[in-house]
């Protein structure tokens, strides 16, 4: 298992360097409910995973949606990596699509080929209590 950092970075340094790459794991994912969202956009998708808690939901819309709490001790997540030259231009609609209920934040996604890169990810925004 590779190893992971112990804390999710945010801020806008973070954000740089993993500015081409969305880790997707619920209705963002090729067939998801909201693929439509990310489906033209230019790029290749991978498959792999990130470590973390999937929770039982964040409300929109009157809505609940899949939610992640990221942390690199939990167990692996399936996930889907989009990279993409074309995300810097979309990260403000994807934001507002996401809605407070979400933050996105950078995290190591591990694809099946074993390489591990750097990646926004949409997590819970609230820090629930264990």
Known sequence: MPRLPEVAATGPSALRGAATRLAVYGTLAPGGRHHALVANLVGTWRRGWVTG??????????????????????????????????????????????????????????????????????EAAERRAR
């Open 53 to 122: 808690e999937l929770l039982a939901g964040a409300t929109g819309a009157a809505r609940v949606y899949p939610a992640l709490r990221w942390s690199p001790e939990s167990v692996r997540v399936p996930a889907h990596l989009l990279e993409s030259a074309e995300l810097p231009a979309h990260w403000a609609r994807l934001d507002a699509f996401e809605g407070p209920a979400y933050r996105r934040i950078v995290v190591p996604f591990c694809a099946e080929d074993g390489s591990v890169v750097d990646t926004n990810l949409y």
